[in-house]
């Protein structure tokens, strides 16, 4: 079990002897935005490497959008290969020996291109991009993105799972339980049942940022349970399926009216359609990362429609 800090260019500044003397063990960087060099993080790799802290990276793919590739599997793939061949130049540089994370989300009024078909093949073929460079890929992703986009049957390697148990909770490393969340509700579950993959839990992302070494303008710093360190031949073999035992997410009936309102969509299944429910909503189902992301834009709530009338909603 380690202590590891994620950090980029949000903070402004780091000191790399406060974070090594808090305990921490290993530095995760970001390597680059899609395929622009992320200047200040890859600072921060070298001067924890230099400290003797393990030193890993992740970058921030962006072939996924649909404003990128419109769903087209050939522009995505040449859009992957692209900005993965920019992250491994940077952990080049940097000499990472901890892993490199394939970091897949969406940003604010975006919107999904791939389907999950798709979509997990191409994060299979970045993996082997960066397992070929001579590095050790794992899947960085929230728990309810996993479950959603990614056919799990499929996916060979290590993930590093966003989980906030304890969100609107700020914790440090010494009131966090390093153990996955209680076996019960569908990500508790889905967590305990594939622990084996689960190389890094990203427990939190609020608060203690100044304990750890780093200035962030909200004091949030992204802290993560390490449960193992790679080697260049870690691959966790398929498991057997056992559907029957896996959770799956609870969702909505799908909705089959013709209106283009979410609100009255939910009013009519007798479902909560306030906005705090909405923001749930929209976190659980990845159509924003973070609560206060969620402004009940058209977009926003267009997205929420459309995955309730795929009968693809999950309840918060």
Sequence with gaps: MERCIDISKHQTAFNVAKCKSAGVTTVIGRLAYAGSKDKAATSYMQ?????????????FGTWHYKSKSNGDMNLAR?????????????????????????DQELERNQQMGLGVSDNTQLIIEAAEMIKAAGFSPCLYASASWILTHIDMARF?????????????KPKSFDNALESFPSNTGTYGRWMNQNKAQICLWQFTSEGFAD?????HGSN???????????NCTLEIPLQPSE????????????????????????VSMGVDSSFAHRTKLAV?????????????????????????????LMKA
């Design 78 to 102: 040449a859009l992957m290969r692209e900005q993965v061949q920019a992250w491994i130049a940077v952990a080049n540089t940097v000499g990472c020996d901890s892993w490199i994370g394939i």
């Design 211 to 215: 304990t750890y070494g780093c200035t």
């Design 243 to 266: 559907p029957e035992s896996m959770p799956q997410p609870e969702r909505y009936p799908t909705y089959k009216g013709k209106t283009v309102s979410i609100v009255n969509a939910l």
């Design 284 to 312: 659980t189902n990845g159509v924003v990362t973070t609560a206060s992301e969620y402004k009940g834009t058209p977009a926003q709530n267009t997205a929420l429609l459309k995955l309730l009338k795929q009968g693809k």
């Design 220 to 230: 949030g710093l992204d802290k993560n349970w390490l449960y193992y360190q790679p």
């Design 47 to 59: 001067q924890s490497k230099s400290a003797g802290l393990r030193v890993g990276g992740y970058g």
């Design 156 to 168: 060979p390697y290590p993930l590093w799972v966003a989980y906030y148990k304890w969100y609107g």
